[in-house]
Structures are given as C-alpha cells and as structure tokens.
C-alpha cells in the first residue's frame, strides 16, 4: 500500500500569513493526489485535486503542486475562514490513502 | 441540490453487525462511490469504494473480509455492511462520490455527506 505522509502535523499561523504543508508519498503517484480541508464537526471538502487543479468555487489563495512523491499545499495571505485541519489523499492506486492532517491554529 | 445522507449508525456490541446507507439526490448517480471513516480525535482512513455499474470493488486491509461495499441504483444508495465488528471500528462514518461521472479511472473525492456515527461497545 502507498503511505501518504504530511509535514507538520500542526502549524500556528497568523492572519495574512503565507503558509505551505507538505505531503510525501511512499511510491510514485505521478499527479494523482487532492487535498481537502476539514472543520470540527464537518465533513472534508475537496479543495484541490490532480496535485494542482483548483476545484471550482474554492478561492484561488489555495494552490497546489508537485508530482511523483512530493508535493505541496500553499495558501496565500490566510484568512480567518482557513483555520482547519489540512489532509492529502492519493488517489494513483485503489487504496485512496489519506496522509495523517495538518492542523492549521491561529497564532 | 446534491446531497448525500448517510443512516444506519448506532451503537452495537462488539462482533455484531450494522448496515449503513447513503442516499444520493440532486444528481445522476452515476459516479464511482467511497466509504471513509474517521474515529473520534483521529484523521481520515478510505474504507471502500465500488464502481458506477457495481461491478468492481476494493477494501482497505482494516475492513477487508468484514465489510462489504454495495449499491443499488434504482434507488440511488449506496450501502456498507459490517460485520465482525471491534471497538476499533467506532468512528464517523462518510459516503462521498468520485469527482468525475462515470469514469474509468480512480478520482478524487468530490461530494460527501453529512456522516453517520457508530459505537463499538459493550
């Protein structure tokens, strides 16, 4: 099975902040890899899929890139709304693994 | 408007048994389905996911053998029986729909519903 890993597992971050999260998969996934951000109580919601295609409706502060076993999540100039927890999912083979969540707090 | 709504969860003793459902509206399902699962305090973990047509299934190793995925599309739901269940299996149960209709490739996770707990305990 494919091992999704996300580095940090937390992060403190201010208001207007430039903010990157990492993922790292354990083989190759070429750009099979999405990230969702998830509220307490709430279900994920898809915010980037393809490793770089923004999904319509989510503003355009998220983006995404990378390809093969590295990639990354960056969010320009945070907004109070983006306060949540972050994961990464591949989605190259039928296992679908998620990597473990960055949690994303105010400073 | 597109929705899932899952039901069916519960609390139930360890190695029993429990069928959720999803019930998918405001769209044509015809979309590859997902169950993902999410313990209390914990992240994410994919459980299974079953083609447009029903034909081709796959399970995480957790689950593989105890539940099984199924859908029936005359009534637009998707299903999940457990069985054999541990208290390790109490969690936030999530049915979500494939991003592309009717593809023949494996996509992200687009809609999901609301979630449906269920507690192992006895």
Redesign the interface.
């Given at each position: 099975?494919i091992q999704m890993t996300q580095s940090p597992s937390s992060l403190s971050a201010s208001v207007g902040d430039r903010v990157t999260i990492t993922c790292r998969a354990s083989q190759s996934i070429s750009s099979?890899l999405?990230w969702?951000q998830?509220k307490p109580g709430k279900?994920?919601?898809?915010l980037i899929?393809?490793a770089s295609s923004l999904?319509s409706g989510v503003p355009s502060r998220f983006s995404g890139s990378g390809s093969g076993t590295e990639f990354t999540l960056t969010i320009n100039s945070l907004q109070p709304d983006d306060f949540a927890t972050y994961?990464c999912?591949q989605?190259?083979?039928?296992?679908?693994?998620?990597?473990?969540?960055t949690k994303l707090e105010i400073k | 408007q597109v929705q899932l709504v899952e039901s069916g969860g519960g609390v139930v003793q360890p190695g029993g048994s429990l069928r959720l459902s999803c019930a998918a509206s405001g769209f044509s399902f015809s979309y590859g389905m997902h169950w993902v699962r999410q313990a209390p305090g914990k992240g994410l973990e994919w459980l299974a996911y079953v083609r447009e047509d029903g034909r081709e299934k796959y399970y995480a190793d957790s689950v593989k053998g105890r539940f099984s995925i199924s859908r029936d599309n005359s009534r637009n739901t998707l299903y999940l029986q457990m069985k054999r269940l541990r208290v390790e299996d109490t969690a936030v149960y999530y049915c979500a729909q494939d991003l592309v209709e009717s593809s023949k490739f494996f996509e992200a996770l687009d809609i999901w519903g609301q979630g449906t707990m269920v507690t192992v305990s006895s």
């Open positions: 099975d099979w999405a969702y998830q279900a994920p919601k898809l899929y393809k999904k994961y999912q989605y190259n083979s039928y296992s679908h693994s998620f990597g473990q969540g | -």
